[in-house]
């Protein structure tokens, strides 16, 4: 990375490329004639956005901001972070490429665990996190907390009917595909209705998908 600007690789001896497949963002890398540097679109630490408007709301503050609107995005997730710089390629972030493909492309790929990753996008303890307080429990730990709850809560779980009165529920899709697409809207949403408390209840899967979802959730919650 010696011809990339310091402050494009954060001042570390590797660059991290990504490619875009929406064709939006590759006419603007197109029109330019230049790759580009920036950051992603939400504050640091903050729930990632995933529409337009997402955008706008989390920079409600910046003056003439412009904001091009591709949709809501295809994924939900963030890339995955893949370290090319050893023999042995090694995942530093799951998302939405899977572990499985790229075994399939480059053969043995080591998942790096949590405790060992280094500087990353996305790899901070604390990180994709809303302004409320939030706690990811198990469907058990779930009954148990609302049971006890002082103040409502607001709830993102897999059946409303869980939920009880005066707490609100926001239902996630059993499938991990659909609940990757609708995590961050559902955490934005949740964090908008200002209650002591978000709990999220675990998913149960253990598929790539829902390994890269509970990554995010844990750091959510952190």
């Known amino acids: 990375a010696l011809s990339v600007p310091a402050r494009a690789t954060a001042g570390r001896p590797s660059v991290a490329i990504r490619c875009p497949r929406h064709p939006i963002a590759r006419d603007l890398i197109d029109a330019l ?18 529409s337009a408007g997402d955008v706008a709301d989390e920079f409600a ?8 609107d591709g949709g809501p995005c295809a994924v939900g997730l963030e890339s995955t972070v893949l370290d090319l710089t050893r023999p042995e390629p090694r995942i530093l972030r799951p998302g939405s490429v899977t ?15 949590v ?18 307080p939030a706690e990811l429990v198990t469907a058990e730990q779930l009954a148990a907390r609302l049971r006890d709850a002082s103040e409502p809560a607001v709830v993102l779980c897999f059946d409303r009917r869980q939920v009880p009165p005066p707490h609100t529920a926001i239902e996630m899709p059993q499938g991990a595909g ?5 995590l961050y809207a559902s955490l934005r949403r949740a964090d908008a209705m200002k ?3 978000i709990l999220i209840e ?9 390994l890269a979802i509970l990554d995010r959730l844990r750091r959510a919650t952190a």
Do not use: C
Not at 33 to 50: L, Q, Y
Not at 178 to 182: E, G, I, N, R, T
């Open 178 to 182: 659909d609940y990757a697409k609708q």
């Open 195 to 197: 209650r002591v408390v």
């Open 33 to 50: 004639g230049d790759p580009i540097s920036a950051p992603s679109a939400n504050r640091s630490g903050h729930v990632s956005a995933t």
């Open 115 to 132: 405790e060992r990753q280094e500087a990353s996008p996305g790899t901070s303890s604390r990180h994709y996190a809303p302004n409320t």
């Open 61 to 68: 503050d910046v003056e003439r901001l412009m904001v091009l």
């Open 99 to 113: 572990r499985m493909e790229l075994l399939a492309l480059l053969g043995p790929v080591r998942a790096e665990p």
């Open 202 to 210: 675990q998913p149960p899967g253990s598929n790539d998908v829902w």
